[in-house]
């Protein structure tokens, strides 16, 4: 069995003994989606594509009559963007006398800020993300991966979708942290060391089924031994031990699952270091 391996099931298991451990996106989802400048609330739906259509550098609309009560304005010229706005009401049916979902839909048009002047500075702040930098150790790992898939940036989201074998990820600076960051690449790369052109696992299976949960525990402590590897484990070992604990529950699995996780998680770990792997041998549970 891989060492790293060995290592970072074993410290998961001894940090399962604490009891439950709460899981944390690592990533700030909505960084870069458009949000109401008046609120701070990111935009849902199709206003959320109509607002990310509009392109500015600034994420930040406010309709006329918000900016207005700034005590600013929309500069002269300006052309809003529409958006909808849809509220559920009961109405009384008039023959039945019993109640009804009825929708009422409104638009109304925003402006970013940019479009605006004279609003408090604090408005015209770019949004805060994180300054992470490059670990080259950590990277070196994916660029010298054999035939690895196709990762694209830009995302507000982390997948692998074997259609096209490509890994999907948000920016570097909307993670947390560089480890946290490379955890999650990994993660995903573990994927996509099942995919048919590679180690040919089983691996589009049906959300929630067992199939799923046994594929995500092999992903993560493939993803464990590698930022283990790359000496960031400490890092990220709570999130990881979360994310594991809560598919082992899912599937209705106990803790013996992690050992036959492992030995899969063997086989993407040496592909992925492009590695023969050791001499199998029996992986010991933590005391």
């Not at 410290?11 to 003994?17: A, G, K, V």
């Not at 989201?157 to 074998?165: E, N, V």
């Not at 560089?178 to 589009?204: C, K, V």
């Not at 590897?229 to 803790?255: C, H, M, P, S």
Request: aromatic share 8%.
């Amino acid at each position: 069995m891989n060492k790293s391996i060995e290592i970072v099931v074993n410290r998961i298991l001894e940090l399962m003994e604490q009891g439950q451990i709460p899981w944390a996106r690592p990533w700030r989802g909505d960084a870069h989606a458009p949000r109401n400048a008046g609120s701070n609330r990111s935009y849902s739906g199709v206003n959320a594509i109509l607002l990310t259509m509009a392109n500015y550098s600034n994420n930040r609309f406010l309709t006329y009559k918000q900016a207005a009560g700034l005590g600013a304005n929309v500069k002269h010229g300006e052309h809003g963007w529409p958006i909808i706005y849809v509220k559920q009401l009961e109405v009384e049916d008039k023959d039945s006398g019993e109640l009804k979902d009825s929708f009422v839909c409104k638009h109304f048009n925003c402006f970013n800020v940019s479009q605006c002047e004279n609003l408090p500075e604090k408005f015209n702040e770019p949004v805060r993300v994180t300054d992470n930098q490059v670990i080259p150790t950590c990277a070196e790992i994916i660029q010298n991966m054999p035939s690895p898939p196709e990762i694209v940036y830009g995302f507000n989201r982390a997948a692998y979708c074997p259609g096209t074998d490509q890994v999907e990820m948000p920016d570097l600076n909307q993670f947390n942290s560089s480890p946290e960051f490379y955890n999650t690449l990994y993660h995903e790369t573990a994927h996509a060391s099942g995919h048919q052109s590679r180690l040919n696992r089983p691996i589009q299976n049906k959300f929630g089924s067992k199939e799923y949960g046994k594929e995500e525990l092999i992903s993560e402590i493939t993803a464990a031994a590698l930022c283990h590897e790359t000496q960031i484990f400490d890092k990220v070992e709570r999130n990881t031990t979360a994310y594991l604990q809560g598919w082992i529950q899912r599937i209705r699995e106990d803790q013996s699952s992690l050992i036959s996780a492992a030995r899969q998680a063997e086989k993407a770990i040496s592909y992925i270091l492009n590695e023969q792997a050791e001499p199998k041998h029996e992986l010991p549970l933590a005391a």
